[in-house]
């Protein structure tokens, strides 16, 4: 018998609804890592302030994925102050959200602002500025790599990657009393 092949929308048109609602039925892929689900992210996870690393006095960030793994990670960043933030070079790709407030970089005509969209590419360095006007910034960041922090001549000054983010989470975490099991729930 020859096997055939149709589009899926004619597949998902002949299979009867209650055979749609049947799991998956063989093993999963062996030594998989566990989902992460973090139940109220853009409301709950924004309110609770123990959970916010400190980087500065007045920049934070939250984890929600460490992959140490891949060298990826994924956090929301929380700035209370207006200024520069920081002038650094990506080694890899990011991803951003705003989830309030909004931001721009000193290179760049285009201003990120709360429900904006923004991809930034490897190699690309900027200066991150949030405008006088905005007494909180909280934006959602998919970081692959790291970044150099350099100042205006591209001169490196320092480094942040998931190991750092890791390590800053992990001491944080130890200041206030959290099990090891905290962090060790959102490394790949």
């Not at 020859?2 to 892929?29: I, N």
């Not at 070079?89 to 909004?102: C, D, E, I, P, S």
């Amino acid at each position: 018998m020859q096997a055939t092949t149709t589009p899926s929308s004619s597949r998902e048109s002949a299979v009867r609804p209650d055979e749609q609602a049947v799991p998956y039925q063989l093993p999963q892929v062996p030594f998989m890592s566990k989902d992460i689900v973090h139940p109220g992210v853009m409301s709950d996870w924004l309110a609770d302030d123990a959970l916010w690393v400190p980087a500065t006095a007045n920049v934070s960030f939250k984890p929600l994925i460490l992959s140490a793994s891949q060298g990826y990670y994924v956090n929301l960043l929380r700035v209370r102050k207006s200024g520069v933030i920081s002038r650094h070079r990506h080694t890899g790709a990011v991803h951003a959200m705003v989830l309030k407030g909004r931001w721009y970089y000193l290179e760049h005509d285009w201003v990120a602002e709360q429900g904006s969209y923004a991809f930034e590419p490897a190699g690309e360095t900027h200066t991150l500025y949030v405008p006088e006007d905005v007494e909180e910034m909280i934006t959602w960041f998919y970081v692959t790599g790291g970044y150099t922090y350099v100042d205006p001549h591209g001169v490196a000054q320092g480094y942040e990657d998931v190991f750092t983010k890791i390590e800053a989470t992990r001491k944080h975490y130890e200041s206030i009393g959290l099990p090891r099991d905290r962090l060790e729930a959102l490394v790949r």
